[in-house]
Structures are given as structure tokens and as C-alpha cells.
């Protein structure tokens, strides 16, 4: 039986480099993946003068077989990408000044949370083996679905046709027109 979802632990290298204006301290950019990587808070892999790259934590990846659609879509583009949904954490340190949040493979998913403003969203490039993995699951649940044009019934049931014209004037033609101010209400 196949699962109805799947996970792998992933992990987020986060990029720290010295910000360009007074008001950000610090920059802070998803620079990298690691798929399978074992839990992590913040541990240094690389200094370059100012610039860390840090691990900066686990998150799950996780594939739900009613998202294949949204998987597919990502996987069409010229360069797959996951997204790391990122918090501002509010301590302004200079080690762990945001908070990870979810790791997504789902285009459709990112726009969500690009929308409500609150998260930071970070593309970052899939590694081919979460590329091959994520097609597995996508080949192994994907059902196309037939686009079905929706038939509309022809005859009115009331025999009215509402919003056309002006209910003031008593004619069928013309109901565009505008009322004198001899013309009565119709009833």
C-alpha cells in the first residue's frame, strides 16, 4: 500500500553577511540544503571574514499525495527550487535573529505565505536527489484530471431577466433608456 505522505529530514544553511544600511544589522539569505541531515541549532560550517554560513537547523520535508499537482509545477521549472519559510524571531543577536519555520517543495504553498506578509520566503536550489525523490512520489501518486466544461442550462426558470433596463419603463424596446419624469413606476 502506498503512503498517503512522506518526510525527509533537511537540512537549511543560512548565509549571515554584515548588512548595507544602519537599519539591518545583519543580512540573512538560504543558501543551501542538506538533505538527510541530522538536528542542528545554529552550528558554524564556514567563516569568510564577516561572512557565516551556518547550519541553521532541521527542518521536515514533507510530500502529501493531493499536493502532486503543485510538486509538478515546481519540478517544470528551469531550475527547481524549495522554499524555506522563515520568521523574524525578534532577538536582534547576531546569532539566530530569524527562525526557520517549514521547508516546502510546493510553489502553491509559498504563495501562501508569501501573501500574509508575516514570513520571509527563500528560494533555494534542490539538490538532484530531492529532485528524483520528489518525481518518485509524484509518478507514483499523480492522477491527471480531465478538464470538464461545465454545460449551462439555456432556458430561464422565471422568465425574468434581471438587471436589464430600467423597471420604470413599460416597453420591451429600448430598455436602455432613460425615464422622463412623466414615466410611472411599473408594478
Not at 529530514?9 to 543558501?31: E, I, S
Request: include cysteine.
Amino acid at each position: 500500500m502506498n503512503p498517503r505522505s512522506i518526510s525527509m529530514p533537511v537540512g537549511v544553511v543560512v548565509r549571515k553577511t554584515p548588512g548595507v544600511t544602519r537599519w539591518a544589522k545583519w543580512n540573512w539569505k538560504v543558501v543551501g540544503v542538506l538533505p538527510g541531515a541530522g538536528p542542528a541549532d545554529w552550528v558554524e560550517m564556514r567563516r569568510d571574514g564577516d561572512a557565516v554560513e551556518y547550519h541553521a537547523g532541521t527542518l521536515t520535508l514533507e510530500l502529501y499525495r493531493t499536493d502532486t499537482e503543485a510538486y509538478l509545477t515546481g519540478l517544470s521549472c528551469e531550475t527547481p527550487v524549495l522554499y524555506v519559510v522563515m520568521q523574524n524571531a525578534g532577538t536582534n543577536d547576531e546569532l539566530g535573529d530569524i527562525e526557520l519555520h517549514l521547508i516546502s517543495a510546493s510553489p502553491y504553498d509559498s504563495q501562501d505565505y508569501c501573501d500574509s506578509g508575516e514570513e520571509t520566503v527563500e528560494p533555494v536550489p534542490m539538490p538532484v536527489s530531492i529532485i528524483a525523490w520528489i518525481a518518485d512520489f509524484v509518478d507514483l501518486h499523480h492522477q491527471h484530471e480531465v478538464f470538464i466544461k461545465r454545460k449551462r442550462d439555456k432556458k430561464f426558470n422565471d422568465n425574468t431577466e434581471d438587471g436589464v433596463g430600467d423597471r420604470r419603463i413599460k416597453q420591451v424596446t429600448d430598455v436602455y433608456r432613460a425615464p422622463d419624469h412623466k414615466t410611472e413606476f411599473v408594478q
